[in-house]
């Protein structure tokens, strides 16, 4: 059995996917190691829409997020960023804000830091 | 700059509040004791200015010190109405009471605009939580009076940016449908808002659940 499987891959496909417990682990902790921009995208753009369809916890979007410390894409970054202010305004508990934010701001800085 | 600009949203936190005022005091961004190539725009100044006055970790000395140093080049109409967001938006009760007595006054002579600037400084929900609890059940016995007698144009301010649905408690799913139950289809817009705040209580009562329940490990 293979750690994860990637759904998906090279966005060839049009459909409705759902990763499994396991893959989402994997790509939590992973998912930096993926060579591929498109497939970096494709599972970033998978657990965004599986918050939005209540499958994914908004609480751990910043997981994913510290993967993407290296990340250049600024579209992936802008995607994950749309996420954030959504889970900001509606889907984190109003008492999980703060900390959300403090790791979401943490993250940017070290990020601008590491650019410069 | 790609960073700061969207670092700037999620700041809240007091370090991060005090960071961040610093670059604004040193007219450089500093992170870690390096500074960095790129400056903030009068846009960051006027978000962290307004962070930095809702929170309740700065003296009003310090405050008006962060003001004074963010406008000091600064004499646009943008910036004017910035200063006045951050006197409405101090942590403070009874400026509270005052902002909602004001907002709610429906023989008001307050511009559009100065009342939207109130409505801004009055709702901290990032980081005044506490003093806006007592707001949510006056929200909801004033509303219908707000949308049947104010202006449009004042009343799809007040709806959108002081509904209490984000805490989606049982409490306010009952009001919501409760205000849906007692709208008519005169003010469709006043309707399709109501449902739109249901749905929204709904996801965040969901997401909720999921927050506290979900385990991978």
Same mark, same amino acid.
């Given at each position: 059995?293979?750690?994860?499987?990637?759904?998906?891959?090279?966005?060839?496909?049009?459909?409705?996917?759902?990763?499994?417990?396991? /893959?989402?682990?994997?790509?939590?902790?992973?998912?930096?190691?993926?060579?591929?921009?498109?497939?970096? /995208?494709?599972?970033?753009?998978?657990?965004?829409? =599986? =918050?939005?369809?209540?499958?994914?916890? %908004?609480?751990? =979007?910043?997981?994913?997020?510290?993967?993407?410390?290296?990340?250049?894409?600024?579209?992936?970054?802008? %995607?994950?960023? /749309?996420?954030?202010?959504?889970?900001? /305004?509606?889907?984190?508990?109003?008492? %999980?804000?703060?900390?959300?934010?403090?790791?979401?701001?943490?993250?940017?800085?070290?990020? %601008?830091?590491?650019?410069? | $700059?790609?960073?700061?600009?969207?670092?700037?949203?999620?700041?809240?936190?007091?370090?991060?509040?005090?960071?961040?005022?610093?670059?604004?005091?040193?007219?450089?961004?500093?992170?870690?004791?390096?500074?960095?190539?790129?400056?903030?725009?009068?846009?960051?100044?006027?978000?962290?200015?307004?962070?930095?006055?809702?929170?309740?970790?700065?003296?009003?000395?310090?405050?008006?010190?962060?003001?004074?140093?963010?406008?000091?080049?600064?004499?646009?109409?943008?910036?004017?109405?910035?200063?006045?967001?951050?006197?409405?938006?101090?942590?403070?009760?009874?400026?509270?009471?005052?902002?909602?007595?004001?907002?709610?006054?429906?023989?008001?002579?307050?511009?559009?605009?100065?009342?939207?600037?109130?409505?801004?400084?009055?709702?901290?929900?990032?980081?005044?939580?506490?003093? $806006?609890?007592?707001?949510?059940?006056?929200?909801?016995?004033?509303?219908?009076?707000?949308?049947?007698?104010?202006?449009?144009?004042?009343?799809?301010?007040?709806?959108?940016?002081?509904?209490?649905?984000? $805490?989606?408690?049982?409490?306010?799913?009952?009001?919501?449908?409760?205000?849906?139950?007692?709208?008519?289809?005169?003010?469709?817009?006043?309707?399709?808002?109501?449902?739109?705040?249901?749905?929204?209580?709904?996801?965040?009562?969901?997401?909720?659940?999921?927050?506290?329940?979900?385990?991978?490990?």
């Amino acid at each position: 059995m293979p750690a994860a499987i990637l759904l998906n891959n090279d966005d060839w496909g049009f459909g409705y996917f759902c990763l499994d417990d396991d /893959s989402i682990k994997v790509f939590e902790e992973k998912l930096s190691f993926i060579n591929s921009a498109l497939n970096r /995208s494709v599972i970033i753009g998978q657990l965004i829409i =599986m =918050m939005r369809q209540l499958a994914y916890p %908004a609480t751990r =979007m910043p997981i994913v997020m510290n993967q993407l410390m290296e990340e250049k894409n600024q579209n992936l970054i802008n %995607a994950l960023n /749309s996420a954030f202010l959504l889970a900001q /305004s509606t889907y984190l508990p109003p008492e %999980a804000v703060p900390k959300f934010n403090k790791e979401t701001a943490a993250f940017y800085f070290k990020k %601008a830091a590491k650019e410069t | $700059m790609f960073c700061i600009d969207k670092a700037i949203s999620f700041v809240t936190e007091s370090d991060h509040l005090k960071l961040t005022a610093d670059w604004i005091h040193q007219g450089k961004i500093i992170i870690d004791g390096e500074a960095l190539k790129c400056e903030l725009t009068p846009g960051h100044k006027y978000s962290i200015l307004k962070a930095y006055y809702a929170s309740a970790h700065f003296t009003l000395d310090e405050k008006k010190a962060l003001k004074e140093k963010t406008f000091e080049n600064d004499n646009s109409d943008a910036s004017k109405s910035v200063a006045k967001i951050c006197d409405y938006s101090l942590p403070d009760a009874e400026l509270k009471e005052q902002l909602w007595r004001e907002i709610t006054d429906s023989q008001t002579t307050d511009s559009l605009m100065e009342l939207r600037n109130k409505m801004a400084g009055f709702w901290q929900r990032k980081q005044q939580l506490e003093l $806006m609890v007592p707001y949510f059940e006056k929200y909801y016995s004033i509303v219908n009076k707000i949308v049947e007698t104010r202006e449009r144009e004042f009343v799809e301010v007040f709806i959108n940016s002081l509904s209490p649905a984000f $805490m989606a408690r049982e409490q306010d799913e009952i009001a919501f449908n409760e205000l849906l139950k007692r709208s008519n289809d005169e003010k469709e817009y006043y309707t399709l808002f109501l449902k739109k705040q249901i749905e929204t209580i709904d996801v965040t009562k969901k997401s909720r659940h999921l927050c506290e329940t979900f385990k991978i490990d």
